[in-house]
Every structure is written in C-alpha cells, then in structure tokens.
C-alpha cells in the first residue's frame, strides 16, 4: 500500500453502512420477501436522506466534493452513523473537497513541559501516543506498566521508528496474554487507526503501518475490511502483568488542544480494589529497576 485511495474508502464506507440497516429498521414497508440487497436500497438511503438517487449514487461511488454539511448530515442520520462514523464522514468530504485542509506533520515527540506533566503524575500511568498509535511520551509508571510493548521485538521503540501499540496488538503474540481482552482491543485498534487514515489519508507514515499490518495480520485484514472506526475516549482496560498481574482500571483519553493530533491516555484504579494495591506495586517495582540501572554502571 502506497496510499489510501480516498474514493474507494467512501464508497466502501457508505456501501457498508447502507448494508447494515433494515428497511424494518429504518421505517420504512419491506415489500416482497426476495429483497437482492443486503440493507436498504440506495433508493431508500436517497429518500431518508432527502437527495435524488442520482445524487446518492454519485456519493455511494466515492464522490464526496461539494456535499454540504446540510446535506452531510442528512446522510449521516438516514445511515445511523454514530459520532465517530459521523466524524469519519466529514473528514472524508473535507479531504475529498477542491480546498482540503493541509494538516502538520503527525507529532513523534512532545515539548519538554508536556513531559512534566506527565512525570507529575506520579499515582497513574500517564502517557501521549498520535493518531498513529506511537508511544511519543510516558510517565515512569506507564513505562513500567507497558513493558511488554516497549520490550516487544516487533512494536517496541528502534532508532528509527517509535513503539506502536497497534503493531503490538497484531504482530506480537504475546499481546493476547498481556491484553485480556484481546478481541475487543483488536477491533477498537483498526477501527481507530481507520479513522485516523480518514483524517489524515496523505500521512506517509500511517500507510507505511496499515500497509504493514495487511502484509503480515490475517486478522488486521479482516478488521480493516469491516469499514468500522471508532473513537476511544474512555472506558476500561484490562491487563495481565508480568510482574504484578491481573490489572482493571479505568480509562481516560484527552486530546491535547496544544499539540493537535496528540492524546493524553491516563489509567486509574478504584480505591480499596485489588488494582488499586497492584498498581502501587508496580510503582515501587518501577522505582526499584530505575534506582537499580542507576546504580549498575558504577559498579
């Protein structure tokens, strides 16, 4: 893969979004029994949406340029479209469109008082990845709670490239040990970066990754081919830890408005629980091999 062909993702999009709908679903009369498509008609998304078939038709073919945000949103209710599908549509017509908008580089690093931040966190894994799922910043205890995807042969940090979570989930076989609930964050890792491949499709880098994982995951192929994408701002994250075990904590993820594209990912345990002790745990372990390597020079 050398680049992301925007027409084919919008009408893979679309196409797929149309299948999953019932005209039951939808409102409207199923007449006949023998329906030939899977969801609605793209007559029927044409009339929830309130624009000619022709128009529909042109859209569902990958030509978003020129569609209002009017008529954008119409679409996006006709389809059901959550927040995210919503988000992912309108990137796709802003970078199908005469004026798209010229985005910076994607960040591999974060200014020094990103850092302190960071390191001021001292009681929870703190820590900055891009949209393309490189680690570019942690605190000592998110370092220490990722070891087995900084270590990893496969997705940790090298000298050229740094260390990617999402190369971890699909390329390392340990992750499905070290994440518990491997299927769910498989799903929500592809989906993420598809939605980041729609917000930034000329992104060098990010193709390089999806193109990657194609070549070498059976598994990111078939989640990439379900068009889904997601946004990942909160919830639940369950880990099995080498060292201290079983982890369930709660998940906080913050874009940072100073450094766009970046987002601040924080765990945290509820106090009295099992992780609330393990997490103080691997904190004073985390301390132990940092004052450990300081000492193992000099001797």
């Not at 999402?166 to 491997?182: E, G, N």
């Not at 408005?257 to 106090?271: C, H, K, M």
């Amino acid at each position: 893969m050398d680049k992301i062909d925007l027409r084919a993702e919008v009408r893979e999009f679309l196409s797929s979004r149309r299948a999953r709908i019932t005209p039951e679903q939808a409102g409207l009369p199923a007449y006949g029994g023998n329906r030939r498509v899977k969801g609605l008609r793209r007559e029927e998304v044409a009339m929830l949406a309130g624009v000619s078939v022709d128009y529909y038709v042109r859209m569902e073919r990958g030509d978003l340029g020129g569609a209002s945000e009017g008529v954008l949103d119409s679409l996006a209710q006709a389809l059901r479209l959550d927040e995210a599908e919503r988000d992912h549509l309108f990137a796709l017509a802003r970078e199908a469109g005469p004026t798209r908008t010229r985005r910076r580089p994607t960040a591999k690093t974060v200014r020094p008082v990103i850092q302190q931040v960071l390191d001021a966190i001292t009681d929870a894994p703190a820590w900055v990845r891009n949209g393309r799922h490189d680690i570019v910043a942690m605190n000592p205890l998110a370092r220490a709670l990722y070891a087995p995807v900084l270590s990893s042969p496969v997705a940790g940090a090298t000298d050229r490239r740094p260390a990617n979570t999402t190369r971890f989930v699909y390329l390392d076989p340990a992750a499905r040990d070290f994440f518990m609930d491997y299927d769910v964050i498989a799903n929500d890792a592809a989906a993420m970066l598809r939605l980041e491949a729609g917000r930034n499709p000329h992104d060098k880098d990010l193709i390089a990754l999806v193109g990657e994982l194609s070549t070498q995951s059976e598994l990111f192929r078939q989640r990439w081919a379900s068009q889904d994408v997601k946004l990942h701002q909160s919830g639940r994250k369950r880990l099995r830890h080498p060292v201290v075990g079983e982890l369930d904590m709660n998940f906080e993820g913050m874009q940072l408005p100073s450094e766009p594209g970046l987002q601040l990912n924080v765990y945290t345990a509820d106090p009295n629980t099992p992780t609330f002790d393990n997490l103080r745990l691997l904190a004073s372990w985390a301390a132990t091999q940092e004052a450990t390597a300081e000492v193992a020079p000099g001797r």
